[in-house]
């Protein structure tokens, strides 16, 4: 469950001392995972790339956002 008041205030602090928020997620390289839990919808709006990392060519693209 967590406190989404905590995360929320987490992920400002942590937007605020970053240029970007790179989150990468091994369940996103699957075509029917959606981000639609409390958590990742409290994270979202912070997050300026969601990207897979299920294998290597994922892993690959992480240089194109760095």
């Given at each position: 469950?967590?406190?989404?008041?905590?995360?929320?205030?987490?992920?400002t602090?942590?937007?605020?001392?970053?240029?970007?928020?790179?989150?990468l997620?091994p369940?996103?390289?699957?075509?029917?995972?959606?981000?639609?839990?409390?958590?990742?919808?409290?994270?979202?709006?912070?997050?300026?790339?969601?990207?897979?990392?299920?294998?290597?060519?994922?892993?690959?693209?992480?240089?194109?956002?760095?």
């Open positions: 469950k967590g406190n989404m008041e905590i995360l929320k205030n987490s992920m602090s942590i937007r605020a001392r970053s240029k970007k928020i790179i989150w997620n369940l996103a390289g699957f075509a029917s995972y959606r981000p639609d839990t409390a958590g990742m919808q409290t994270a979202m709006p912070f997050i300026e790339v969601f990207a897979p990392a299920h294998n290597a060519d994922s892993l690959s693209q992480l240089g194109k956002w760095l």
